[in-house]
């Protein structure tokens, strides 16, 4: 997954020459989970403000026993498996407070076949969420839907030993207006 990573999502991030920074970095730190069998690379916190939580990095691995994927493409093309993650995104979001919204779209997917032979998809997904300012009134004009974040969440799709393993990237939809307004202050 250190080379999924290097050849999807640390292009996205505008990280130049991506796979010699993740062979072997200060720049990078490497998680290792022996439990479900992956490792992946990713920035160290340094660059990045561990506070702000639309930014985050994951994995996502289908269950061993339940699961048995040959290829990425047992989910289909590029665009039915962007359908199917946009689904998922939207039932993890799911909100139980009134009068939240969210609006989605699936922005791109791609196929890729990596360095190791493996083919691999790409899906790109923006979700925003509105909320209600007084969700308890009783006339439509006091309820005003505000816009409550915007993400973007970037997902690498791969399968190894029958299972899916996908890489996720969340961050804010404009991350460099989100720093100019934070470094202003």
Known sequence: MALVASTFIFPEMGLH??????????????FLDNFDG???????????????????ISMEASSPSSSRYKSVEDLGTPQDAGEKVLRQY???????????RRESKVLSTSSRVADDGKLYYQVEINIKSYANNNELAVMP???IAKLEWDRRY??????????LYELRLQ???APS?????????
Request: glycine share 4%.
């Open 17 to 30: 020459d991506p796979a010699a920074l993740a062979l072997s970095s200060p720049v990078f730190r490497e």
């Open 38 to 56: 992956y490792t992946f690379k990713y920035p160290r916190t340094g660059s990045r403000d561990p506070f702000v939580l639309d930014e985050n």
């Open 141 to 143: 004009q006091d309820r």
């Open 90 to 100: 939207l039932t993890e979001l799911m909100s139980t407070r009134l009068g939240v």
């Open 154 to 163: 970037l997902s690498v799709l791969g399968v190894e030993n029958n299972r």
């Open 171 to 173: 961050t804010p939809r």
């Open 177 to 185: 207006s989100r720093r100019k307004r934070t470094s202003a202050r």
